[in-house]
């Protein structure tokens, strides 16, 4: 490849290395690394799986899941054209579900898109992220990726909810708060009343509740996000 010149430039081939190189961040950074059981399932295919290690559902989907894919899918121009930037109709009725604003809601490809965006949006390299652990790991791989400082807090007991030592972990620089309500692995909740502290005491950060597994809780702390500021 011809190195870019310009008038009265010298360049020098460097004897290191004559490949790309990735950053010293990415360098840094531990990969999400997830245990499956699907070979020990394939090994076995005599036997009916019930595969419960990704919190999967083990039932499949209704035959009506099936017939309306079939039916969008039959439609002309939905797999030529992109589909509609704003994903209005679901947008409305995830508010519906939600009991939120449209305004408030951004759909994304997945919650694993959603904590990636958020990063990229707020952290820089001076900034630090504040995280509950243990914890979800591949948002610490976001975070990482941008450079910031995490800061893993650990409670004594693991499975006992402790405000204290995250407000104990805030600072200046931080920049984000990462709790998962009902967390992965450790079934910790994070009630409303909680993370609205955790947000009075860090007014500059942003307060990230991955409510993944909301369904099985039934609870959320969403509408502490357009209080944030009284």
Same mark, same amino acid.
């Given at each position: $490849?011809?190195?870019? /010149?310009?008038?009265?430039?010298? /360049?020098?081939?460097?004897?290191?290395?004559?490949? %790309?190189?990735?950053?010293?961040?990415?360098?840094?950074?531990? #990969?999400?690394?997830?245990?499956?059981?699907?070979?020990? $399932?394939?090994?076995?295919?005599?036997?009916? #799986?019930?595969?419960?290690? /990704?919190?999967?559902?083990?039932?499949? &989907?209704?035959?009506? !899941?099936?017939?309306?894919?079939?039916?969008?899918?039959?439609?002309?121009?939905?797999?030529?054209?992109?589909?509609?930037?704003?994903?209005? +109709?679901?947008?409305?009725?995830?508010?519906?579900?939600?009991?939120? %604003?449209?305004?408030?809601?951004?759909?994304?490809?997945?919650?694993?898109?959603?904590?990636?965006?958020?990063?990229?949006?707020?952290?820089?390299?001076?900034?630090? +992220?504040?995280?509950?652990? %243990?914890?979800?790991?591949?948002?610490? !791989?976001?975070?990482?990726?941008?450079?910031?400082?995490?800061?893993? +807090?650990?409670?004594?007991? &693991?499975?006992?909810?402790?405000?204290?030592? !995250?407000?104990?972990?805030?600072?200046?620089?931080?920049?984000? +708060?990462?709790?998962?309500?009902?967390?992965?692995?450790?079934?910790?909740? /994070?009630?409303?009343?909680?993370?609205?502290?955790?947000?009075?005491?860090?007014?500059?950060?942003?307060?990230?509740?991955?409510?993944?597994?909301?369904?099985?809780?039934?609870?959320?702390?969403?509408?502490?996000? %357009?209080?944030?500021?009284?």
């Amino acid at each position: $490849m011809t190195p870019p /010149w310009r008038p009265g430039a010298r /360049w020098k081939q460097s004897t290191a290395s004559t490949q %790309p190189q990735a950053s010293k961040t990415a360098k840094s950074l531990r #990969p999400y690394r997830a245990v499956s059981s699907l070979e020990r $399932m394939d090994s076995t295919a005599e036997n009916v #799986p019930l595969k419960l290690d /990704w919190n999967e559902s083990t039932l499949p &989907p209704s035959p009506l !899941v099936a017939q309306r894919i079939q039916e969008f899918m039959s439609q002309s121009d939905h797999l030529n054209w992109y589909p509609d930037q704003k994903a209005a +109709v679901l947008t409305e009725r995830l508010a519906g579900y939600t009991g939120l %604003p449209m305004k408030n809601i951004l759909v994304t490809s997945g919650s694993d898109a959603a904590l990636d965006v958020l990063c990229q949006t707020y952290l820089d390299p001076s900034d630090e +992220v504040v995280v509950p652990s %243990p914890t979800y790991t591949h948002f610490l !791989v976001y975070a990482g990726a941008r450079g910031a400082r995490v800061r893993q +807090v650990y409670n004594v007991d &693991p499975f006992e909810l402790d405000i204290d030592t !995250v407000l104990d972990a805030l600072s200046y620089r931080t920049k984000i +708060v990462y709790l998962v309500s009902p967390c992965n692995p450790t079934g910790v909740v /994070w009630p409303a009343a909680v993370v609205a502290r955790i947000a009075r005491s860090a007014p500059n950060a942003i307060i990230i509740v991955d409510e993944a597994y909301f369904e099985y809780l039934s609870t959320s702390s969403a509408a502490v996000a %357009p209080q944030k500021k009284k």
